[in-house]
Structures are given as C-alpha cells and as structure tokens.
C-alpha cells in the first residue's frame, strides 16, 4: 500500500494533475492513498476464490503492460499517459475476466492473455496518437543524450539535426541485442525454478534447469561482450 500511494501521489497526481501544492497538501494526499488502497484491496477479496485468481490477474496486468515497457524505448509518442493507460485498462480486462468466472463464464489463463495484450495494446496506442505528448524540447534532449535506435525515432532525430548515418550506433545489432534479451529472461526463470526443484527434492528436473542457466548465462556474457566490443570500437559520442 505504501508503494502504491507513492505511486499514485508522486508519479500521477503530483506530475499530472496538482503540480503547485506544498508538501503538507502532498501528505495528506499519499495518506487517503493508502486508505483507499486498503478499501479497493480488501473489496477484492470477494471477487477472489484462490490465490490463483490473484496470481492470474498480476500475470495478465504484467501482460498487458510488457509490450509497451519493450516498445517505449523504440518510438517516440510512448510516454508517460500511455502507461497509465496501459495498466488500467489491462487491470480492468483482468476484473472483467475474473468477474465472468464468477458468473459461470470462464476463459482460459491463456486465452484470458491473449485477450489482455490485445484490448491493452489497442487503448494504449490509441493514446500515443491522441493523448497529451511529450515536449519536444524534452525529447530532443533525451534523444541526443540515450541515441535510442529504431525508425520510431526518425522524426525526432531529423528534428535534433542529425543525420540518419552519422546517428547509427556500433551498438545497434537488434538480432543480437534480443538473443540477449531472451538469455537473459532464460537464464533468471530457469535459475528461480531450479532453486524451487532443489527445494522440494526434484533432482532430475533441477540439474536440467541449472544446465539451462548455465548455458543461457554463457550466452548473454558473450553477446555483452560482443556489444561492448564494439561499441568500444565505434565513434566517440563527441564525434556523432
């Protein structure tokens, strides 16, 4: 409840809608934060029958939400409103899942996924195109500092003055950044289960698991290594 009226307080209230108050305002704010948190989460246990009705919606919201947190470093009209709307509207297509359970109506965890990404993704993008946008000043300023590679930023970076040749980075190898990206999603998943296998004595299934960190692991320590090898070789950033 604490991280959720931090959240709410300093993250979208204080940015978005109240930007002036004193801090005094701000407190009494985060404090009717927590208590309404405390009322909605404890109204939700009427809706829920299992702890994996409470697992299935924090995996659908996750769901929802992860396309966006990938693509955001990719396009530029992904901002902050984007994000709220991502995570409330995958929050309510979860409700709305587990409310059609209740009532006699059940769809499948993976078909209920299915279904979150989609409706999320629709409300989200929908946002990037009509929704408040970023400055431009803040974007360029962002642009020239992170050189976030990809066509969706091609109109920021014509705006910043910068050639599309002289802006590509010796780091941009998107095969081999998202071989990365799932060794790295491999070798976390795969070391939590073979610790939870050892725990309850399932031997077998653990060695094999630990064989899949250690051989994801190799896999992001070279191509970490190949990223950096060649980012050491490219342009220095003064010179781009």
């Not at 360029?140 to 969706?152: D, L, T, V």
């Not at 998202?178 to 998943?189: E, F, K, P, S």
């Not at 309850?200 to 090898?229: E, Q």
Request: charged content about 15%; hydrophobic content about 50%.
């Amino acid at each position: 409840m604490n991280w959720g009226a931090s959240y709410l307080v300093h993250d979208f209230y204080r940015r978005f809608l109240k930007r002036d108050a004193n801090e005094k305002h701000y407190v009494m704010a985060g404090r009717l934060a927590t208590v309404g948190l405390f009322f909605v989460s404890s109204g939700m246990v009427f809706l829920l029958e299992s702890a994996k009705d409470a697992f299935d919606i924090i995996l659908q919201v996750g769901a929802g939400t992860g396309l966006l947190y990938l693509l955001r470093w990719f396009w530029w009209r992904i901002n902050a409103w984007c994000e709220v709307v991502a995570m409330v509207s995958s929050f309510v297509i979860s409700l709305l899942l587990l409310i059609l359970k209740q009532n006699g109506y059940p769809v499948s965890t993976h078909i209920g996924l299915i279904v979150t990404v989609i409706f999320t993704t629709i409300c989200w993008v929908i946002t990037a195109y009509v929704g408040p946008q970023t400055d431009r000043a803040t974007l360029i300023s962002f642009y020239r500092k992170a050189r976030p590679f990809g066509p969706g930023w091609k109109q920021v970076r014509a705006d910043a003055g910068i050639a599309e040749s002289d802006a590509r980075s010796s780091h941009e190898n998107i095969p081999l950044s998202l071989l990365g990206w799932v060794a790295g999603c491999t070798a976390i998943w795969s070391s939590l289960f073979a610790v939870g296998n050892f725990l309850y004595g399932r031997l077998p299934m653990a060695f094999v698991l630990l064989a899949v960190m250690l051989v994801s692991s190799g896999i992001l320590i070279y191509v970490v290594n190949r990223l950096w090898d060649k980012g050491e070789g490219g342009p220095e950033p003064s010179s781009v």
